[in-house]
């Protein structure tokens, strides 16, 4: 387990394995200024000096045996960590009760420990540390006072400004002093270390959503998602652009009506937004200028409209509302990392977005827009055994322009895209939500109709022609028609007998429709 992963498992700002480190450096430490304290409390010591060695020396056995026993073992720091800081506060209180008692210096190291834990743990285990070195300190003077431990007498007092009952309530209200101011500075450090941690691992989080997103509306949703968790807002939205000229709502969170996007306006804090590619902070909307987002944010206040800027452009907007009491402001903490995470979306967007238009690219014409070849007969293949499943029809529709070489000759090559163009469209326009256009190559189209019976693939056709000869383009179609099962049993044997079918109405006139001659005695499912 790594440093920071074992920082996240144990809740704590310190990793354990560092903790113990440098406390058991303080614990060397410690055992030299005791030594170091010996000769100069010369005359004034409470324990002999052989006694004073063999303590430090148990002392220093007991940290790094501690310290081995963890590194072997590698369970139960933190319960080794608490006891140790049990012996620490015992022996420092022995030692400066030995080096002098209350004229020793060995109490400066008890502060220093009260800092070093405090710092090193957290601050609740510093006033807890406060509270033991306290009441070990207050046990020792009585234990002088009662006789227990060897009284302070006359020649012990000289350096000493007032009682020994003052100079321990003088070393106690100093120790708490320092526990408590220690612990307000460290409890600030540990609130912001705690919530930057926190940020940072709903960052991680995003990072994970986003990973197993590739469609844009997902990839919004694992945005939003993530922006509402780490700041509890009420009410968000992210809105995408692939043309940079209008936005299309993609995911939203306690939003009103969004309906179908807006196009960018002058005047909008959105467009203002995409065109600086800088945050906007908004008090209140304008309903003129931004109709479309106060419809979907009614009676919006302090709103945050984050631009998603990636590799130069901008891919869409994240719009939240921020909850803040009247007259206070959006904390620079929060803008900056809304930002961050709006970053990590916004490339995740580009990246989606343009994973789509190679899938469109790959699945599409570029010319005209309709399914190609290769989508063309997956969809066939796809339609075909769902029908010989359920025992349904599919009708296959095969057209194909007339003279349109000569189009091409007379009109040039610009105007002849223009017309598969909206031949395409005209394909489009007529045919039902669950069918497939497709551009089968060059000036031939093919339309997939699944459930459209052999009886009414005729006038079905019949309309498709007429549409294209009425569509402005001055051009015809030949149309051929077959259904499977009646004329066909596999896609390939309907592709062949649609296309006998249009071959003879070109062979017929052209401009008209022809229907496949029925296989003799019919085809069963």
């Not at 369970?75 to 008692?101: C, E, K, N, P, Q």
């Not at 002093?177 to 940072?200: G, K, M, P």
């Not at 109709?449 to 569509?471: F, K, M, V, Y």
């Amino acid at each position: 387990m790594t440093r920071a992963a074992t920082a996240v498992v144990t809740g704590e700002l310190v990793p354990l394995n560092e903790r113990l480190r440098y406390m058991l450096a303080f614990r060397i430490v410690a055992a030299l200024g005791v030594a170091v304290a010996v000769p100069y409390a010369h005359g004034h010591l409470f324990a002999p000096e052989q006694t004073i060695a063999l303590a430090i020396a148990g002392y220093l056995a007991l940290a790094f045996g501690s310290h081995a026993l963890w590194r072997l073992v590698r369970r139960r720091g933190s319960t080794l960590f608490g006891l140790m800081l049990i012996v620490d506060g015992a022996f420092l209180a022995w030692a400066a009760y030995a080096t002098g008692g209350a004229a020793s210096p060995v109490r400066y190291l008890i502060v220093l420990e009260l800092l070093a834990v405090s710092l090193l743990a957290s601050y609740r285990t510093g006033i807890k540390l406060a509270i033991w070195q306290s009441l070990l300190v207050v046990a020792v003077y009585y234990a002088q006072e009662g006789g227990v431990l060897t009284p302070i007498d006359d020649g012990n007092r000289t350096n000493l400004v007032g009682s020994p009952a003052q100079q321990t309530v003088a070393f106690v209200v100093v120790l708490w002093v320092v526990a408590i101011a220690t612990a307000a500075f460290s409890a600030v450090n540990e609130r912001e270390l705690r919530r930057r941690r926190a940020d940072l691992e709903a960052l991680a989080e995003l990072t994970g959503r986003l990973e197993r997103e590739s469609q844009p509306q997902g990839v919004a949703d694992a945005l939003l998602r993530s922006v509402v968790e780490a700041f509890g807002f009420e009410r968000a939205l992210v809105a995408g652009t692939r043309d940079g000229q209008r936005l299309v709502p993609l995911a939203a969170h306690g939003t009103g009506e969004t309906g179908d996007g807006t196009a960018f306006t002058d005047g909008s804090v959105l467009e203002l937004a995409a065109r600086s590619r800088t945050t906007q902070l908004v008090a209140e909307l304008d309903p003129y200028a931004d109709s479309w987002l106060a419809a979907a944010l009614p009676a919006a206040r302090n709103l945050i409209v984050v631009p998603l800027t990636a590799e130069g452009g901008t891919t869409g907007v994240l719009v939240a509302e921020h909850e803040t009491r009247p007259g206070s402001r959006i904390e620079r903490r929060l803008l900056g990392t809304v930002q961050r995470f709006a970053a990590h979306g916004a490339l995740a967007l580009r990246n989606a977005w343009l994973l789509e238009e190679v899938r469109d690219l790959a699945a599409n014409d570029p010319l005209t827009g309709l399914a190609n070849r290769m989508t063309f007969g997956d969809s066939l293949e796809r339609e075909l055994a769902r029908a010989h499943r359920d025992g349904g029809e599919v009708t296959l529709v095969m057209l194909d322009l007339d003279h349109f070489k000569r189009l091409n000759d007379t009109r040039g090559h610009q105007a002849g895209d223009e017309v598969l163009r909206r031949t395409a469209a005209t394909l489009r326009a007529e045919q039902r939500t669950y069918d497939t256009a497709a551009r089968y190559g060059g000036e031939e189209f093919a339309l997939i109709a699944p459930g459209l019976t052999a009886s009414d693939a005729a006038g079905t056709a019949e309309r498709i022609r007429a549409a294209i000869a009425g569509n402005g383009c001055e051009v015809t179609a030949s149309v051929g028609v077959a259904t499977f099962p009646r004329d066909a049993s596999d896609p390939h044997a309907l592709i062949s007998a649609a296309d006998q079918a249009l071959y003879r109405s070109k062979h017929d006139g052209r401009d008209r429709v022809t229907q496949a001659a029925p296989v003799a005695g019919g085809l069963a499912h």
